[in-house]
């Protein structure tokens, strides 16, 4: 049993970090802390977690969060950075659900996020929490960057093409519409009912923050530098993550089943569909699942992979809790049993 808390609980990945942890066999949360809902009741703002959980929001208390054996950060971008060193010399290990630690190049970190990096040394520490590339050092992590949900589901598509060196990495094109939890849990016109409702979007074109970080990890696959065109889109659901991934074939490859299927056949929470079969957002509706399946369309030399999670879930809380079970050595399953929610 591991004493956690929780800094930044009102969110929507927050409260899907508290249903999911309120439920772990080996967890005891301990604090969740809220500035703006010091002294409420967590069940009172989020009903779904009556009779699970009877903490109050408190102040984030360095005190109360040194006794925690890990911390989880769901706070915005520049916040973890803040407190990170301060818990990480008392002993704490942390999970950072933002995007204070997932770029190791500190120049590139502040162009993209418009803040100076307070604690820069320890970008090179923090692991990267993709399971299904980097376990081994999540491991031994204990600070560590929980990915992104766009390029979580990014990444999940092309690495076993660029892994075996099959794909064009000059040309890439993720074509990727996104739920709108995926903007957070904030009084913002742009998310309101009426604004999303019976309409679809593109946005930030010329370029989106998730863009260094999912080039980072294919530049990493590759051992070159990709050239990738990222075209994010908001869609008129509540949760979840398409992602239409096209690259070049180097020649003519017949196997492509078979490489993703071997690539992930030991991999928990990636599912590779049969052969003609398209992955839906609601089948990962609620789960820690990434489906994947891959075409070449009218047997031309571009591939096609479809990649879905739920961007709650795979695309956050739940690939924190797996990288939890990782770091303490826990059933790498443990917590994240629940099937996606149909219909």
Known sequence: ???????????????????????????????????????????DIFPNLRGHLGLNYTVPDFKLLKTCDLVFFATPNGTAMTMTRELLEAGVKIIDLAADFRLRDEVLWSQWYGMAHSCPDLLAEAVYGLPEV?????????????????????QLGFLPLIEAGLIDVNSLIADVK??????????????????TSENMKAYAVPGHRHLPEIKQGLNNAAGEQVALTFVPHLTPMIRGIHATLYASLKGQVQELQEIYTRRYAEEAFVDVLPTGMHPETRSVKGSNMCRISVFKPQSENTVVILSVIDNLLKGAAGQAIQNMNIMFDFRETEGLAALAVLP
């Open 1 to 43: 049993m591991i004493k956690v808390g929780v800094v930044g609980g009102t969110g929507y990945t927050g409260v899907e970090l508290l249903r999911l942890l309120v439920l772990h066999k080996n967890v005891e949360l301990v604090a969740v802390t809220s500035r703006s809902e010091a002294g409420t009741k967590v069940a």
């Open 134 to 154: 980097n376990r081994e050092q999540i491991k031994g992590a204990r600070l560590l960057a929980n990915p992104g949900c766009y390029p979580t589901a990014v």
């Open 178 to 195: 996104s739920g709108v939890s995926g903007a957070g849990r904030k009084a913002d016109v742009g998310v309101l009912l009426c604004e």
